[in-house]
């Protein structure tokens, strides 16, 4: 069975920075694509970054482009997206998850954390 758990989340100021963590638990990271999505209130979840299986290709959208950055400690299982000169429009719940590509649907998902930009 696929787990992921999500941490991390928090308050954080325009300008400022967040990591957030995703350990997985049945499967070793590079197995699967891992993916970060996050979802603002009132809209669709939007796929952010994806490292692909083996951790061959890194992809972020143009949002986060510049400004987020993944990174992974295999001896510890766990994904990280560092998240810097963080915006308001940031502010969503996030989710990782895993998957067979960067483009398949998720196999499993973490439980979301809540990051919130605000002044």
């Known amino acids: 069975q696929l787990q992921l758990v999500e941490s991390g989340g928090g308050l954080a100021q325009p300008g400022g920075s967040l990591r957030l963590s995703c350990t997985v638990d049945?499967?070793?990271?590079?197995?699967?694509?891992i993916r970060w999505f996050r979802q603002a209130p009132g809209k669709e979840r939007e796929g952010i970054s994806c490292?692909?299986?083996?951790?061959?290709?890194?992809h972020y959208a143009d949002s986060v482009r510049g400004r987020f950055d993944t990174s992974r400690d295999s001896a510890k299982n766990t994904d990280y997206l560092q998240m810097d000169n963080l915006k308001p429009e940031d502010t969503g719940v996030y989710y990782c998850?895993?998957?067979?590509?960067?483009?398949?649907?998720?196999?499993?998902w973490g439980q979301g954390t809540q990051v919130t930009v605000s002044a």
């Open positions: 998850a895993a998957g067979e590509g960067c483009t398949s649907v998720p196999r499993a």
């Open positions: 049945g499967f070793r990271l590079d197995e699967y694509a």
């Open positions: 490292v692909s299986m083996l951790g061959l290709s890194t």
